[in-house]
């Protein structure tokens, strides 16, 4: 099962990086990366959502399966919550860029704050543990992308200020990049179901 997890979260990488190729008559980092599921790649969007849903689950399940001890139980719950997050980002699509707040992109703001605030506490409580399980460079750099992931996640809820916001969009995408490379490499590190 880590094997359908690792390749679900290497497809999220391929299609953080085909949205920017299918799309490049957008400013690459302009609108935020849902904006992706109102266009001609709407249908791609569909299914990185539905690999996002899935990946999380499977992973909480080979944290808790690993024999770690010391894996603490809200690493399950916020990998689930991920999941929930990411469902509900599928469920409800956001309001396109510019346009007036609806009901629908409130709760697709709601989905994805949860899907964030969810990943991130899950890459902060398991890198100790993951770290624990490594040594030399692969520990560094268990803790140098937990840094990235920390720095991105602070940049995503800054850039949520109009002041800060045409920066939204950069800021969204290496925590995307960031996130989905961590889950795939924890995927790889723990021990198989």
Known sequence: MERVAAALYGLDLMFLLSFQVLNRDQRPFAKPVSEYGLGRTARLFRIYLV??????????????????PDFPLAV?????????????????????????????????RAATLLAFTAAYMAVVEATPHLVALHEGWRSVGDEVLKLVISAAF?????????GLRPWFGLAERVFLYATALWFLLATLTLPPL
């Open 51 to 68: 690999a996002g849903c899935i990946a999380p689950p499977i992973l909480a399940w080979q944290v808790h399966v690993s024999g770690e």
């Open 76 to 108: 399950t719950v916020y990998l689930a919550l991920v999941a929930l997050g990411r469902l509900g980002i599928a469920i409800w699509q956001n309001d396109p860029h510019g346009t007036r707040r609806t009901r629908r992109g409130n709760l697709h």
């Open 154 to 162: 602070l940049a995503v809820v800054l850039t949520t200020s109009p």
